[in-house]
């Protein structure tokens, strides 16, 4: 009984060992025919990775709750993948040249510390103010006659390159980087 039981178990042993790799040690097999083509993508937008548009005289109100939603254009489709980045216009250098900050930017005032920030969606950006005091409080200079930049740029990769080596709060460094250039700039009314 002993002799047939190893029997049987050698003979199982090489039979499975031989249906399992069938002499081949575990190789692929050919390459099957290709499958059907799918259907066409979508057109893109001449081939723009990024865009930026400008906001004038944007105001924060206690009537608008200190929050302002910046349109994009309607010709304008965003991806879920794209991300939105918000640049102030604080001013000018010596020789002419605009001074851009990025958001959020902190202000400390005397009434105490003041944020703008802001969040996006594919169809807007929500600028709004933030304090630890009354924004009441704020006169004119805080609140009136802003000039916004938003720049829409690929969320994952950019002609190949990844995005990793951008400061993206520097406004001059993400508008060379996507090839952009002032003709590029889309006033928003």
């Known amino acids: 009984m002993k002799n047939l039981f190893y029997i049987i178990f050698a003979l ?9 790799f ?10 099957g025919p ?37 349109d994009f ?13 918000v640049y102030f216009l604080y001013g000018q250098t010596e020789e002419g ?3 851009w900050r990025a958001l959020p930017q902190t202000e400390f005032t005397k009434f105490g510390t003041l944020i703008y920030n802001y969040d996006f969606t594919i169809f807007d950006v929500n600028l709004f103010l933030d304090a630890n005091f009354n924004l009441n409080e704020l006169g004119a200079s805080y609140t009136d006659d802003w000039i916004a930049r938003v720049v829409v740029v690929p969320g994952q990769f950019t002609n190949g390159r990844v ?3 951008v400061d993206f709060t520097n406004y001059h460094e993400v508008i060379e980087y996507y090839g952009l250039s002032e003709e590029d700039v889309k006033t928003v009314k």
Do not use: K, W
């Not at 199982?12 to 399992?20: A, D, E, I, M």
């Open 73 to 85: 254009p309607g010709d304008f489709v965003m991806l879920d993948s794209d991300v939105a980045h």
């Open 22 to 31: 069938n002499g081949q040690d575990g190789a692929p097999g050919p390459q």
């Open 12 to 20: 199982g042993f090489l039979f499975l060992g031989s249906c399992t």
């Open 163 to 165: 995005a990793d080596s």
């Open 34 to 70: 290709a499958g059907p083509r799918g259907p066409a993508g979508q057109d893109g937008q001449d081939g723009q990775e990024a865009f930026v548009f400008e906001y004038e005289l944007i105001t924060f109100s206690a009537s608008n709750e200190y929050s302002v939603f910046l």
């Open 97 to 99: 040249d605009n001074i």
